[in-house]
């Protein structure tokens, strides 16, 4: 629990580089001591005071200082923000001022734990404040704003709520089976129940979505050696990366380089060259470069129409048929073989290019983002996904009751309704109603200080 009498101090920006530090202070009388500061009186709530700090007859620094008088603000409580010039030490002395009139240093995520005490938001709503500034990407950033805004939270209720509703209809029975109360039947409770299980695992399901953005969506460079398979990965990252040479074998192990592209976290492979070899090292480096090429949500297929086609290049175009791919027919400014490889490749849609000249690399980029629009990793009728493991945790405990419910036939109607007390809670413990201090303690030591 949280000593609601202290007044908590943050600096809640980087103390590194930035032009402007923000210093946050939050608890009753907090308006007064941080008034102290400045030999003034903060008035109004929600204005923002130009203001000198001082202390004894020095002026440390000029402020904006904002007045948020509880429970209109972000923690319910009254509290303060300082906008200060930046930098570690302007930014840190005004913070350390604001200990020495009394408040103490705020341990990590305490302002949002105030919030979640003080009835601002409930568990998941702070949990998605969290995982906003931790988002990698904007699709997930997009995602926690939703959670921010309750989705997630209001889909818990309902469901909550519809397994309060059956636990009422048991108890009203249990209680007065003599008053013509109806028994509830098991196609009655299969029906309710089903229905609950098939919603929550379109929640579970949904999880995939955010492993897949937050983990990188996995592009894999793939060919026979010598394509120029490094060559591309560096002009798509414009960046020279990758070792390339003439040497046939020059990558040998998988180099891995993540970009952000249309707002998704993008991971690109670069592989081993495909080919025939008895160095045991290369082969290692091969049989990974396969791996990759199974792994690979996309897979960017290259030939080199310099020189011939060999027997890997037509055992990979025949094992990735179905794989999502882009074929590309590189080093077009030296087509000896052009139209060997566009027969090979004529029932696959494909691109010609060459990195040597560049000629192509437009078309192929418009294509590659083509590819990786958010739109075909994310189905358009899924609202939002969840993004955190605890809910999936505790979603799938409330699914497994319902299931053995429904499984178990002849149950008294006591037990089922103890049952469904046990999901009750289960959902309860995702929004926060009920919780335990140690799992609110761990949750909340993953935020920043100041947060
Ligand atoms: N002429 C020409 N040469 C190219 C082109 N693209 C790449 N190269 C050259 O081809 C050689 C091999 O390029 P890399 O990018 O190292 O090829 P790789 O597929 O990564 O080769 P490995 O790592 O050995 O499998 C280098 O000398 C490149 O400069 C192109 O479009 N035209
Ligand atoms: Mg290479």
Redesign the pocket.
């Known amino acids: 629990m949280i000593e609601k009498k202290d007044i908590i101090a943050a600096i809640a920006t980087s103390t590194v580089g930035s032009t402007i530090g923000i210093v946050r202070v939050s608890g009753k009388g907090c308006r007064e001591l941080v008034a102290s500061l400045l030999n003034k009186p903060i008035k109004k709530a929600r204005y923002s005071y130009l203001r000198k700090i001082i202390k004894g007859d020095k002026i440390l620094d000029e402020v904006l200082v904002i007045f948020f008088q509880g429970p209109k603000s972000y923690t319910g409580e009254d509290m303060i923000e300082i906008h200060c010039h930046g930098g570690y030490v302007n930014t840190r002395r005004i913070y350390e001022n604001i200990l020495e009139k009394g408040a103490r240093s705020a341990h990590r995520g305490e302002f949002t734990k105030r919030a979640f005490f003080n009835g601002k938001l409930d568990l998941i709503q702070a949990e998605s404040i969290n995982n906003l500034i931790n988002s990698n990407n904007s699709i997930l950033a997009d995602n926690s704003v939703k959670m921010m805004n309750g989705i997630f939270s209001r889909r818990i209720e309902e469901l909550r709520d519809k397994i309060i509703e059956i636990i009422a209809y048991l108890e009203a029975f249990i209680d007065f089976p003599e008053d013509d109360v109806e028994e509830v039947s098991e196609a009655f409770l299969d029906e309710r129940l089903n229905k609950i299980i098939s919603d929550i695992k379109v929640l579970i399901r949904s999880f995939d979505i955010y492993k897949r953005l937050s983990d990188g969506i996995k592009v894999a ?1 793939a ?12 002009a798509i990252l414009k960046e020279e990366k ?11 192990d998988i180099l891995e380089h993540q970009l952000y592209i249309n707002g998704l976290n993008v991971i690109f492979f ?5 080919r025939d070899s008895e160095d045991t090292v290369e082969k290692i480096g091969i049989k990974r470069a396969m791996n990759k090429i199974e792994q690979s949500e996309l897979l960017i297929l ?1 030939f ?1 129409i ?1 020189s011939s086609i060999t027997e890997e290049e037509k055992e990979l175009l025949e094992k990735t048929k179905n794989k999502n791919k882009i074929v590309v027919l ?5 087509e000896k073989y052009l139209k060997d490889y566009q027969k090979l490749v004529k029932d696959v849609d494909h691109l010609t ?5 560049s000629d192509g690399f437009d078309a192929f980029e418009k294509r590659l983002h083509e590819e990786l629009e958010p739109s075909n990793f994310i189905d358009s009728n899924v609202e939002f996904f969840i993004d955190n493991p605890r809910y999936i945790q505790s979603l799938k405990n409330v699914c497994d009751i319902c299931i053995k419910i429904i499984d178990k036939k002849d149950i008294p109607p006591e037990f089922i309704a103890e049952d469904l007390k046990e999901t009750r809670k289960g959902l309860s413990e995702i929004i926060g109603e009920v919780y335990k201090d140690d799992i609110l303690d761990k949750i909340f030591s993953t935020f920043c200080i100041g947060k």
């Open positions: 460079i060919g026979k050696t010598n394509v120029g398979k490094s060559s591309l990965l560096n990758a070792i390339v040479t003439n040497i046939p074998g020059t990558t040998r670069d592989t081993a060259g495909l290259m080199d310099s590189n080093k077009c400014d030296q290019l060459s990195l040597k000249t």
